[in-house]
């Protein structure tokens, strides 16, 4: 269940220069406890998004972080271009 939703935020990136997708209003971060950033090595991907609910995101070209390689942020959603879904995996999704 989505309990949480933050989008609009004007700031940079993380550990970035570059301003957010969140700056640009192209992106949101749904239950952020619950779906954690994690840069570790290897980066974990802990989260209560079901397989259903990303593929939503996905198939309408929105990016998501679950499915980044060298970090996880499960919480976000994208349509920045180079935050698209880059073949990544999350063994963590719900059926």
Not at 16 to 25: I, L, M
Not at 31 to 42: A, D, E, I
Not at 73 to 78: A, E, G, K, T, W
């Amino acid at each position: 269940a989505v309990t949480s939703v933050d989008g609009y935020n004007p700031r940079r990136a993380t550990n970035s220069t570059k301003p957010s997708a969140h700056a640009f209003g192209i992106a949101v971060d749904i239950n952020p406890g619950l779906n954690p950033y994690h840069n570790g090595n290897p980066p974990q991907c802990i989260t209560d998004m079901t397989v259903a609910f990303v593929q939503l995101f996905i198939s309408r070209g929105i990016g998501w972080g679950g499915y980044w390689n060298s970090v996880k942020d499960p919480m976000h959603f994208s349509k920045k271009p180079d935050e698209a879904a880059l073949g990544g995996t999350c063994s963590n999704l719900k059926p």
